[in-house]
């Protein structure tokens, strides 16, 4: 039983590294005070700013505005965290492989650091770890790991209503993917370190912001909802079956309408004629 229980999904709602981690310098006494400073609050239908500059990779400034040009999943973490920061991207490593999807071109990712105090040369550390835990063919361009000052984290994570306080050498903050259109706009917020393909491709869809087909959208709209208690898309069973049975009836009842076989006329009289 307690292996069975130790393999549940953890509840899909916004943790901290001090929910997951009772250990190291976050202590298990934060007060209601605290908790305004560290936390989520999610902006769904409101924009990041574009015009934020990181640093890439190699330390060359890029502004979001560049990298934001499909639907984008943004990891708000740091790279130094040895907790859920690194099973937050490494368990997003493991199923975009799976996501229907061409990376760089259809969808990116991008991991921002809210430490002002990292460097390219670290990002370019663990963008090589996760691309190389994936064991499949994955493009550079296809996940961005950033760097920046202190102002342009600020600016994102408030625009994203993302807050996180440093402790030390570490951090508390929010465990959450980011998922924005083109056009920066906030439209899914994704919590935990585990993921599914399917909620991820569903959210790329919703974030394509009305360049998928008029009847992918409808499929999509229809059979499937969020469910913002869960945090996860779900399977509308009920009605769809109850939509199934309604056409189904309606094409048998047709069926019979235009294929029923009249009743053979009766003989005159009743009597054969010689």
Not at 2 to 16: E, M, Q
Not at 262 to 274: F, Q, V, Y
């Amino acid at each position: 039983m307690l292996v069975a229980f130790a393999l549940l999904p953890a509840p899909a709602t916004a943790h901290t590294e001090e929910d997951l981690h009772k250990h190291g310098p976050f202590g298990t006494d934060a007060g209601a005070g605290d908790a305004a400073k560290f936390g989520l609050t999610e902006r769904l239908g409101e924009k990041i700013p574009l015009d934020l500059t990181f640093r890439d990779e190699t330390g060359a400034p890029v502004r979001l505005a560049a990298l934001v040009t499909v639907p984008t999943i943004i990891l708000p973490v740091y790279y130094s965290c040895t907790n859920v920061c690194n099973f937050l991207q490494g368990g997003l490593a493991s199923v975009l492989k799976d996501v229907r999807q061409r990376p760089g071109e259809e969808y990116r990712v991008i991991s921002v650091s809210f430490d002002e105090t990292e460097t390219p040369e670290l990002a370019t550390k663990y963008k090589r770890t996760y691309l190389a835990s994936m064991n499949a063919p994955f493009p550079e361009n296809g996940w961005r790991f950033l760097t920046g000052d202190a102002k342009n984290i600020r600016r994102l994570t408030d625009a994203a209503g993302f807050r996180f306080e440093r402790r030390g050498r570490d951090f508390i903050h929010p465990v959450a993917s980011i998922i924005v259109a083109r056009d920066g706009t906030i439209v899914r917020y994704l919590y935990g370190t585990t993921f599914l393909p399917k909620d991820l491709s569903l959210a790329l869809l919703e974030a394509r912001s009305g360049k998928v087909g008029a009847t992918i959208r409808q499929v999509v709209g229809y059979c499937f909802t969020f469910d913002p208690q869960a945090k996860t898309y779900v399977f509308n069973l009920l009605r769809v079956s109850a939509t199934i049975v309604i056409i189904s009836t309606g094409a048998f009842l047709a069926f019979l309408f235009l294929t029923g076989k009249k009743r053979p006329a009766s003989p005159r009289g009743g009597h054969e004629t010689h």
